[in-house]
């Protein structure tokens, strides 16, 4: 039987490693609870979560990325305040601070749909969605991943990335999305290795500061939609 009830959880600001352990502590645990239903032939509901957060500065590098797409050596990581951490997911390098909203969604897709393809392209519809409830127009660029604004012209530029790791259909990590973020950041990295395109945020391309919260609620509705959740 499949549970689509999922368990939010906004873990506010976060220090990027105490979240990762975080994640990964749900994630071992939900694995684990399929592992025990399929020995044992148990039908204990595997449970789901979906947590927003947002982390200090910090640059993270995926397991198909390049060290050299970091432009920054030690000092100049302490210069900026920030860390830097070779993870698990896929992906290249990207980077998460304060005024972006990070999403990890763990679900098990067993209890969704088993389709890593479908699973990315139902995040980034439900980015494309929140933003357009805010009249900006987004949109998929071919053979790259996350969310892009005028993705058919030379004006290309994105605003969400996505970096997921899937085990037994156990999703972790997920979404990076630029609300209020300092774009100077990115300067620092060739974000996601791809060195010709711009990164933008919903504060640059509105012109104002837009409130974080209301923003959380109308995104978490769209996964929640898309996903046929019942939010907890």
């Not at 990207?94 to 209890?111: E, F, M, R, S």
């Amino acid at each position: 039987m499949k549970n689509k009830k999922v368990i939010f959880q906004d873990w506010g600001l976060l220090d990027y490693q105490a979240a990762w352990d975080k994640q990964e502590s749900v994630f071992s645990e939900t694995v684990n609870i399929k592992t025990l239903n399929r020995n044992n032939g148990t039908e204990i509901p595997v449970p789901n979560y979906l947590v927003f957060v947002e982390h200090p500065h910090v640059y993270t590098l995926g397991k198909s990325g390049k060290p050299e797409n970091l432009l920054l050596d030690e000092a100049g990581l302490k210069e900026k305040s920030a860390s830097y951490y070779k993870i698990n997911r896929g992906g290249d390098i990207t980077y998460h601070g304060p005024g972006q909203l990070v999403g990890y969604p763990i679900l098990d897709l067993d209890n969704f749909f088993t389709d890593i393809h479908l699973y990315l392209r139902t995040l980034e519809e439900a980015i494309i969605l929140t933003l357009a409830d805010y009249g900006i127009s987004s949109g998929r660029y071919e053979g790259f991943t996350g969310v892009w604004l005028d993705a058919d012209n030379e004006k290309a530029r994105k605003i969400c990335a996505l970096g997921v790791r899937c085990s037994r259909w156990v999703t972790m990590h997920g979404f990076a999305f630029n609300v209020n973020t300092d774009l100077s950041y990115f300067k620092n990295i060739i974000p996601c290795g791809i060195d010709d395109k711009d990164v933008t945020s919903m504060e640059r391309e509105l012109g104002y500061k837009v409130e974080m919260e209301e923003v959380k609620l109308k995104l978490r509705q769209h996964i929640s939609d898309l996903f046929e959740m019942e939010i907890l």
